[in-house]
């Protein structure tokens, strides 16, 4: 059963406005003359490129990334105009083995330098703040992915942005596979949107966008595997084309866990 419940706007102001803050390392405007590590904190975060050798993307790790020196490219940069931390994917790039999609994408880690494993007990969210640019299809711009505790390679969600405006959520109905989608939103390409990706009492998904809430049960045979976030442009559409893609604008990025 997926239940809903709508924010106050007081709430709403609380939630953007933290997302905005932290995810900007407390200041009130990104400078868009550094890399993307001055702006954000990306000491826990490790970046996938679609470039490399075939089933073997290039990955950038934090400590390259950290700082206002901190790593760029045409894939992942800061846009000179608004501060935006910017991830291009095209349709064509080198992929993961269990992937036919390109991306240039964050995946969690911890600050000591290993790989982010948590459980599902707890509190966990990523907090974003974006803009898609320009999408083909279909972008994926947030997941919360299985980790260790068995053999699945598959996402427990993903957040979606089709090409139309729409904004979807992908529950995987068992590690075994199987997506059973929702539309949570709607917002118009180039429109600043926000969300909150939550786990609570390690069997539910809160999924807040725009200040509006959806829960999700999250299926008992996902319970045995620990898990990780990952945010940023993981195109969901492949062709031959190096220009056509999804490109996504983030303006806050904040991960907590208690």
């Keep these: 059963m997926i239940r809903t419940r709508v924010l106050t706007a007081t709430t709403v102001t609380a939630v953007v406005t933290c997302v905005t803050v932290l995810g900007t390392s407390g200041a009130d405007a990104a400078d868009p003359k550094v890399a993307p590590g001055g702006n954000f904190d990306l000491s826990v975060w490790q970046l996938q490129e679609p470039v490399g050798s075939p089933g073997s993307p290039t990955t950038i790790p934090s400590s390259r990334l950290r700082g206002p020196s901190g790593y760029q490219d045409a894939y992942f940069y800061t846009d000179t105009r608004d501060g935006a931390m910017t991830f291009w994917a095209p349709e064509k790039g080198v992929t993961t083995p269990n992937s036919k999609y390109a991306r240039s994408e964050l ?18 969210r990523l907090n974003a703040t974006l803009r898609v640019v320009s999408v083909t299809s279909n972008v994926c711009v947030g997941q919360i992915h299985l980790g260790s505790g068995g053999s699945s390679t598959k996402p427990l969600m993903e957040l979606y942005y089709r090409a139309n405006g729409d904004i979807v959520v992908g529950t995987e109905n068992s590690p075994a596979g199987g997506q059973t989608t929702h539309t949570v ?24 966008v725009n200040g509006s809430t959806t829960h999700y049960p999250i299926p008992s045979s996902f319970f045995p595997y620990k898990q990780y976030f990952k945010a940023g442009s993981y ?12 490109r996504v604008a983030f303006y806050g990025l904040n991960v907590s866990h208690g």
């Design 107 to 124: 995946r969690e880690m911890n600050r000591d330098g290993g790989a982010a494993d948590w459980s599902l007990s707890g509190s966990h």
């Design 235 to 246: 195109n969901q559409s492949s062709s031959d084309s190096t220009t056509k893609g999804a």
């Design 185 to 208: 939103g709607h917002v118009a390409v180039g429109k600043t949107w926000s969300y909150t990706i939550a786990v609570s009492g390690g069997d539910t998904i809160d999924l807040t």
